[in-house]
């Protein structure tokens, strides 16, 4: 008896055989799928999270080292390049997927910045005068981690600017308010880079001049540094809570970088260094913009009728940096009837030119105006000499030295003497030597002279002394002296055995002047002898 297909299919239906083994894969299947997805969802971002941080970590120590090797190049002249992990490398994985790699933004960055030098008196940076400067920026990029901290290298210093918060802070502080010492150090940038890869290399050139990469600007003079900055006001305040430069300034910029405005007294010495980021521009290191001239010997100098006065200048660049440029420097007499030797110069190696002026008797009681000014510019220095009517020295009445005894070169290097006792009271004391009053020495050092005993004389300390190859300047300022007993110290030649009162102005080395009450200053001239 055939079976109906009725009873075929409902016996197919009832056949569960097969059943258990298809609900167990599918089941296991979905398992795997869930793990899967969890760890997808939870465990890799998790990690490639963790890769993240630890890579803001390293490219924070990393952009410490480029502002440390900015600052090493500037200051050493040797040029460096420095590479680093501007992209983040995730782990392989053999089943689960990784986002896409990001990398970071490595930049000199544009608009260059401003950075305004202004000090008291008479000199180049008088008003304010402005330089350019570029910072060199690292902007990372991130898939997971909140925290993108922009690091910023400015000023010598490197700057942290943290993109879940206004605050800024302080990754190095740099050298430019180094502990102890009352200088401040402005390291300038120019270049142009800019580089989003996994890694990236910048290359730091120092621009070298024809003197050095550092100019010391400010000592002596009372003014302000205006720099810009990323760095938050109450920061700054942190940063010169314990300096004499105190913040007297701050203004907020829209372009995302604000001006701090530094005090800067009389003692402070800012030093000013330069470099390249990067690719060099067009005007990197030898433009011409901002040259000047300096007077490197006294503008109102003591000056006699029966010699020249050699009148020495430096041009200096935008930088206060002698320069030797090819722009002539001329030379011209505005009022006097004498003669300059040469009317035209250029500077020599060192950036500095010297024009003699041949005085005539017509001179005499008359002050004769020099102008020297550089070559299709508007800078010039003037020199005031002014010449008695006696035809002597402005500074020597009829060429009479005073009698001194006990004259000696002691082995410390000091040079002591006495006066005798005279009808006039002895009320100023003042030193010049003999290359002071020919032309100035370009490779001298520094050194001091001072005054040992306390008492009624003093000495003038605004002129400055040449002697033996160095530049020596006085010590603790003006300091009496009791029964005209005067002591000079640090002489500074070794290989002086003796010394000795000249017989004639043209024969001494060091000329000491006094200055009796009521009258014109009286030299003392003396010859220093060697071995």
Known sequence: MKETLKRRLQRFVDDERGVSPVVGFVLIFALVMI????????????????????????????????????????????????????????????????????????????????????????????????????????????????????????????????????????????????????????????????RSAPTASLTITPQITTETAVESIGAGKNGTLAVPTSLSKTKWNELLADRDSQLTGYTTNSDGFNTATISIDAETTVQVYKGTAGDPEASDGRSNRGLHLVNESPLQPDVSLDEDEHLNVSVRDHFGQRVSPDTPITASVTTGKGTLISTQQTANGNGTASFVYNPDTMDSGSTVSVDISLKDTSESVTFELSYPKSGGSTGNKDRKPLTIEKLSFHNDGRLSFDIPNGPDDIDGFSVRTKKDLAETNETSGEHEFEIDDPGDLEYDSDEPIQFDGQTYTFEDGPQPIRDSHAVLDKIGASNISSVDVATSYENADLIIYLHPEGSSKRPIYINVTTN
């Open 35 to 194: 793990v899967f997805t969890l760890y997808q969802s939870s465990v890799v971002p998790a990690q490639n999270e963790e890769v993240e941080f630890e890579h803001a970590q390293a490219i924070e120590g990393q952009m410490s080292v480029l502002n440390d090797e900015i600052t090493d190049t500037v200051t050493s002249g040797r040029a460096r390049s420095v590479t680093l992990d501007t992209g983040v490398q995730y782990p392989s994985r053999a089943f689960a997927i990784n986002p896409g790699a990001t990398v970071g933004d490595l930049s000199v960055v544009d608009p260059k910045q401003g950075v305004t030098i202004d000090l008291d008196g008479d000199g180049y940076y008088s008003g304010g005068r402005s330089f350019e400067t570029a910072f060199v920026s690292y902007q990372p990029s991130y898939n997971l981690l909140q925290e993108e901290t922009r690091f910023t290298s400015e000023n010598g210093m490197l700057v942290k600017d943290y993109s879940t918060s206004e605050n800024t802070g302080l990754a190095a502080g740099g050298v430019m308010f180094p502990s102890g010492e009352k200088t401040i150090n402005l390291v300038l940038l120019n270049g142009s880079y800019e």
